[in-house]
């Protein structure tokens, strides 16, 4: 979830650009969908189409919104695609739509920078359902949401829950009381969790979101709670209650150990690289080095058989250092680099997540592209085939096959080449229909 640093600085922001809206317009400005246009077959020629390993030349055909290599019986249109690079869409692993208001830029941003499928880790049901009615479909993003997620008495992401009723995001009236159960789940005691539980099933969440954060501070400090999210006890039975409802469960960490307690308590996702907030910790009283933030091998060795997914959010290196490089070389070379080199070594699956506001996960490809962990067809496969197939484990995307979804980017160069290419979208192609964006 977004730091408090953020948020204060969107408190300006948002003042003017969201507030005013809000107050013009509630809920009642979201239109209808209007019906999708009869679907078309194409055929695409001269296109140069990602086979996981290099660009091989062919042609497709999208027939009912579905790829196949075989000329269809119809075809009602011939794609000349020049010579550009096909890719599978790319995927946001980590961001949290908070505001209503605002969906409309989110989809369009999210259609043009290629991302088709996003993952909010964190909303309220009633928030969520303001807008539900315009994703999920051919010609938008699609989205699953954790909705409310599981966190201590006054632990993280409270501060932000509290943040966004002052922009009246949240009604005013609701209490501190009203946030346990519609924006948050709160478990002090094991007897909390049957309660808590049942309130989340019921809005249908995709999987579970559980906060740690510091949990080596938990209970040291009964006057500063520390913002420490749930007590890293309780995670085992929420794990087991998840996995019982066939869900996964993505935990909210900051520090190594918080990567740890999720690990051994059997969480399948890890929803941040452990370094958030590591401009204020170095130097604090409870974290003198980087050791705080650095995950130890047999951690990266059980998140590895476990099969636990890491979710990358480096973007905050900017958001938090932005305005220091010194520290933010610091942050990268001690900190970042070993621990994606750590995960990479014992092949821990990562995915590709941003949590920045207002932001697609396009900037976070390019990101981890810059620190040179990873060669540009394994940066390519993270974040088209692995991320996609992360958020929709079901469905046939993240390849360009036969039987696959036929969604797809072109872009103008070749990214195994050159990376930056990837910003080079020249169309856009999403289960059977063409995508329009904006022209910039
Ligand atoms: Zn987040």
Sequence with gaps: MMKTFTIKFLIFLLAFTFLLPCLQNPLTELK???PLPKQKSYQFINGQWFDGKGFRRRSFYSAGGVLTSKKTARIDETIDLKNGFVIPAFAEGHNHWLEPQRVDEYIQNYLRDGVFYVKDEGNLPYIVSQFISKLNRPTSVDFITALQGFTGSGGHPLEIIRQFQEFGVIPKEWTERDFDGKAVLIVDDAKDIPGRWKLLLAGKPDFVKVFLNDSEQFGMNKDNPKKTGINPKFLPE????????????????????DFHNAVVAGADEIAHLPFVDFDKKLGNEHFLDNEHFLISEADAKLAARHGVRVITTLSWLKADL???PQRAEEAKTQVIIPNLLMLKRHGVKLLIGSDQFRQTSLPEILLLSSFKVFTNPELLKIACETTPQAIFPKRKIGFLRDGYEASFLVLDGNPLTNFEQIKNIRLRFKQGYFIETPKE
């Design 238 to 257: 929420i794990v087991r209650l998840a996995h019982e409802a066939r869900l996964y469960v993505s935990v909210h960490i900051s520090t190594a150990t």
């Design 32 to 34: 209808a969908q209007s």
């Design 322 to 324: 932005g305005d220091d």
